[in-house]
């Protein structure tokens, strides 16, 4: 596994809708090890708005800013 893969299937559930799912593999990506690349954030942050997470969005906005 790599940031690719992490990204791939972060992406996946984010245009789909799923938030909740989106953001526990980012969550766990990190955990393992793994740093997040612009592609990632770009698809979590898209994820948050579209389910209307703007405070978690703008958090890991926060962190990466």
Same mark, same amino acid.
């Given at each position: 596994m790599n940031v690719l893969f992490w990204t791939g299937m972060i992406t996946g559930? %984010?245009?789909? /809708?799923?938030? %909740? !799912?989106?953001? &526990?593999? @980012? &969550?766990n990506m990190v955990r393992k090890g793994f740093v997040?690349? !612009?592609v990632t954030f #770009? %698809? #979590? @942050?898209? #994820?948050? %708005?579209?389910? /209307? @997470?703007?405070e978690q969005g703008m958090q890991y906005f926060d962190n990466i800013a």
């Open positions: 559930y %984010s245009t789909h /809708g799923f938030a %909740s !799912e989106a953001i &526990k593999l @980012l &969550k997040p690349n !612009e #770009v %698809s #979590v @942050l898209s #994820v948050c %708005s579209r389910c /209307g @997470l703007i």
